[in-house]
Nanobody
Framework: QVQLVESGGGLVQAGGSLRLSCAAS????????MGWYRQAPGKQRELVAR???????TYADSVKGRFTISRDNAKNTVYLQMNSLDPEDTAVYYC?????????WGQGTQVTVSS
C-alpha cells in the first residue's frame, strides 16, 4: 500500500533552518503532485508548498522566499528546505501526494520554532 513517511522535524531557534523529507513507497511517485501542508494548534491545515509531476512549484505567501520544495524521483522523495524560520511556522507538517481524485497523507512531523 501507499506510504508517505516524513522526517526531519524538530526544535529550532528562530532564524534557523530545517529540511523535511518525505519518502514515498507503493506508488508511481513521478506521476504525483507532492505537497507539504501544516497544521498549527487550533488552526486549519494549510498548504505550504506544492510541486507538480513536471516540477512546477507553488508556495503559500507566508513562506515565499524562505522555503523551497524539491523532489528526487529517483529516490521517491520530496523535500522542504525551510530557512529563516519564525515561531509562526510552528506546526505539524504533513506530506501529501495527489493525482486526479486520489490523495495520500503522511503521519506528520512536528516543527517547533522557539523565539
Amino acid at each position: 500500500q501507499v506510504q508517505l513517511v516524513e522526517s526531519g522535524g524538530g526544535l529550532v531557534q528562530a532564524g534557523g533552518s530545517l529540511r523535511l523529507s518525505c519518502a514515498a513507497s507503493g506508488m508511481m511517485f513521478s506521476m504525483y503532485a507532492m505537497g507539504w501542508y501544516r497544521q498549527a494548534p487550533g488552526k486549519q491545515r494549510e498548504l505550504v508548498a506544492r510541486i507538480t509531476s513536471d516540477g512546477s512549484t507553488t508556495y503559500a505567501d507566508s513562506v515565499k522566499g524562505r522555503f523551497t520544495i524539491s523532489r528526487d524521483n529517483a529516490k521517491n522523495t520530496v523535500y522542504l528546505q525551510m530557512n529563516s524560520l519564525d515561531p509562526e511556522d510552528t506546526a505539524v507538517y504533513y506530506c501529501n501526494a495527489g493525482r486526479r481524485f486520489v490523495n495520500y497523507w503522511g503521519q506528520g512531523t512536528q516543527v517547533t520554532v522557539s523565539s
